[in-house]
């Protein structure tokens, strides 16, 4: 499982809501990442990391803000949560070579 | 820009038949493909890379340049095959990021 944990697991909230999901990993990878998987669309990339305060956007970014303050941990936040942001919530590391693990995921329900 | 196509979401076949999951992409360059599967509520498993040739719990998988394909490929499907599919392509940036196919959920009957 190359280490990788998220917490929570599983989150109800309101919408208009903020709301942070945690990566955490434990094998000082550089590069870490955010998808969301979605019915029709497979996983989307919303932000990465390749390295410490070192961040940049990917597909689906509008909504989403990240910080990696820690080479461990990977933190990302719902600004104010919309219905359309209901989605499985999946963090990945890259390994040695270009290959990517990914964690158990959060499922997160904005009502 | 890179696209990964999974022209099939379900692909339904009875154990011991043969299988084939497609996967077309579009890059201009020379990419690393990736298949991934996903259990039922569980995390993506990383099953087969293309640069490595293996062959892992009987699925291979051969990159076709000059058809952009990377096809899924087991000739005796089991039951516990069943599972989401997912092909994905990396371009070799330094940042590694990974584009997805759509997926496809493969049941296998028995």
């Known amino acids: 499982d190359a280490g990788i944990t998220q917490s929570p697991r599983h989150k109800v909230t309101e919408t208009g809501t903020p709301v942070t999901l945690r990566c955490h990993q434990t094998?000082?990878?550089?590069?870490m990442y955010w998808y969301r998987q979605d019915p029709g669309h497979g996983l989307r990339l919303i932000h990465y990391s390749y390295g410490v305060k070192d961040t940049d956007k990917g597909e689906v970014s509008d909504g989403y803000s990240v910080s990696r303050s820690k080479t461990e941990d990977f933190l990302l936040t719902l600004e104010s949560a919309t219905s359309s942001q209901t989605s499985v919530y999946f963090c990945?590391?890259?390994?040695?070579?270009?290959?990517?693990?990914f964690g158990p995921g959060t499922r997160l329900t904005v009502l | 820009a890179q696209r990964v196509t999974q022209p099939e979401k379900l692909l339904s076949v009875f154990k011991g038949a043969p299988v084939e999951l497609k996967c077309n992409y579009s890059y201009s360059g020379s990419p690393e493909l990736f298949w991934y599967v996903q259990y039922s509520r569980q995390r993506l498993q990383l099953l087969l890379r293309h640069i490595s040739r293996e062959s892992i719990k009987g699925f291979t998988a051969d990159l076709n340049k000059g058809e952009t394909s990377f096809h899924l490929k087991k000739p005796f499907a089991q039951e516990e095959d069943s599972a989401m599919y997912y092909c994905?392509?990396?371009?070799?940036?330094?940042?590694?990021?990974?584009?997805f196919g759509q997926g496809t959920i493969l049941t296998v009957h028995p």
């Open positions: 994905a392509l990396s371009g070799g940036t330094s940042y590694g990021k990974l584009t």
């Open positions: 990945a590391i890259r390994g040695q070579g270009f290959e990517q693990f």
């Open positions: 094998e000082n990878h550089r590069y």
